[in-house]
């Protein structure tokens, strides 16, 4: 991801994004770089955000409370640069989110059926952010695909590839199978939203 690094100014035009999201999303992403980079790599990531002037550490993120969702978009671009993390990388922290995020896990464990939890995900997404609208354009257990559209959400390339890793591994959580994705449809490539196709079979 060849784009210029973030600064003070650019981190204040971020910040003016609408929305919220749930902090959950940003401690998940955190516990991704603390298990990946150790706690000197944590500690740059939150120098950095000192540095950004939006300071934050950690152990003070409240999985439940609602931040604003610049601030995630922010940490975003912060962990890139600092630790020069690619697409490829992006992806591999969205496939950890699920699996770190007991929130997530409750939620899953309530469903019999891969077609029942996948008709929750639009409101399980609602809980997560407050903006944002997915919804399941197709799912077939029989030969084994899924399509998921998600609309009204444009932050920065970065989160197309997390979402994609995101959703790939909630849907091995709920078919209990290895699966295959890819972003067919993105806004960043001038499409009206993100399209991503998940193949199991």
């Known amino acids: 991801m060849e784009e210029e690094r973030i600064t003070r100014e650019k981190a204040k035009q ?4 609408p929305g919220e999201a749930r902090g959950v999303n940003l401690k998940v992403d955190w516990e991704f770089i603390l298990k990946k980079e150790g706690k ?7 120098d950095k ?11 003070d993120i409240k999985t439940m409370d609602f931040y604003p969702l ?20 992006f992806i591999e922290m969205g496939e950890a989110a699920p699996k770190l995020s007991i929130f997530l896990k409750v939620f899953l464990k309530y469903f ?8 929750e995900s639009p409101q399980m997404w609602r809980r997560h952010y407050s903006i944002g609208d997915l919804s399941i354009i ?3 257990e029989d030969k084994g695909y899924a399509v998921i559209r998600l609309e009204n959400f444009k932050l920065h390339k970065i989160h197309c590839y997390n979402l994609l890793g995101y959703f790939s591994k909630i849907i091995e959580m709920i078919v209990k199978a290895k699966v295959s994705a890819e972003e067919r449809k ?3 490539d001038g499409n009206d939203y993100h399209e991503y196709f998940f193949k199991w079979k």
């Open 14 to 17: 971020l910040m003016s994004i």
């Open 40 to 46: 000197d790599g944590l500690k740059k990531l939150e």
């Open 49 to 59: 955000m000192a540095e950004l002037g939006y300071p934050l550490r950690y152990e």
């Open 70 to 89: 610049g601030l995630d978009v922010i940490s975003m671009v912060a962990i890139r640069d600092v630790f020069n993390y690619d697409g490829k990388k």
């Open 112 to 119: 019999v059926s891969a077609k029942q939890a996948l008709d």
């Open 138 to 140: 197709e799912f077939n």
């Open 186 to 188: 993105c806004v960043f």
